[in-house]
């Protein structure tokens, strides 16, 4: 069961223009990160939040958590062409072994 | 530093067929970790490996075994392969544990026929 879900599912943009992901989960969570999957690659790391944080800054990006209502954001601000990928949260809870559990994700189209 | 490396990168398996995936890397982290990844779906861990010498099922282990080799290399091995089975594999590792920023391998596409 995903524990992350990213709401939009699709979001297209132009470039210049900022794009805001959302991601809601379900359980309490010891920290929250942001990975960013390009096309027929891996995933590669982008931010991590801690419980106890609630807002993180890192170059364009900018994340918050609410942990009160079990959500986060990743803002990208003055997108860009190369900022097309699919975007994923994953939490960890701290009490299911060595989990990280990954929502479905946001695809992002950035038009030049 | 490669990271985190993947062999094959695709693969076609008939029913019943059995492969093995391998990964590596050359961080020297503790942990690693095999997910497959769905069209439409995140990813989903199907083990891991928590140091050395320990594996334990994740959250789709069925039909997958797992062998942590050495500190640096752990395999998937697939002993009947199912349609069902048809996914990208990630391997992936960090430092220490789960909550810790995992690296992620390239990626290996199977398609079962």
């Known amino acids: 069961s995903q524990q992350g879900e990213e709401d939009p599912q699709a979001l297209s943009i132009q470039e210049g223009e900022n794009a805001t992901m959302n991601c809601s989960y379900k359980?309490?969570?010891?920290?929250l990160q942001w990975y960013r999957q390009n096309s027929g690659r891996g995933l590669v790391h982008l931010i991590l939040i801690r419980s106890n944080e609630r807002e993180k800054h890192s170059g364009r990006l900018r994340v918050t958590l609410d942990t009160s209502k079990k959500s986060s954001s990743l803002l990208i601000t003055a997108s860009r062409a190369a900022d097309t990928a699919s975007y994923f949260c994953a939490t960890y809870s701290g009490n299911a072994g060595n989990m990280l559990t990954f929502g479905g994700g946001t695809r992002l189209m950035v038009k030049p | 530093n490669a990271g985190v490396t993947q062999t094959p990168k695709f693969q076609v398996l008939k029913t019943g067929q059995s492969m093995t995936l391998q990964c590596a890397q050359d961080m020297n982290h503790n942990s690693m970790y095999w997910y497959r990844q769905d069209p439409g779906m995140g990813l989903r861990l199907i083990y891991y490996?928590?140091?050395?010498?320990?594996?334990d099922k994740g959250e789709v282990p069925n039909g997958y075994n797992v062998s942590r080799l050495n500190k640096r290399e752990f395999s998937l091995r697939l002993e009947s392969a199912a349609p069902s089975q048809t996914s990208v594999y990630f391997c992936?590792?960090?430092?220490?544990?789960?909550?810790?920023?995992?690296?992620f391998g390239p990626g290996t596409r199977l398609l079962v026929l």
């Open positions: 359980t309490s969570i010891n920290n």
């Open positions: 992936a590792s960090s430092e220490n544990r789960g909550r810790e920023t995992q690296y």
């Open positions: 490996s928590a140091s050395e010498g320990t594996t």
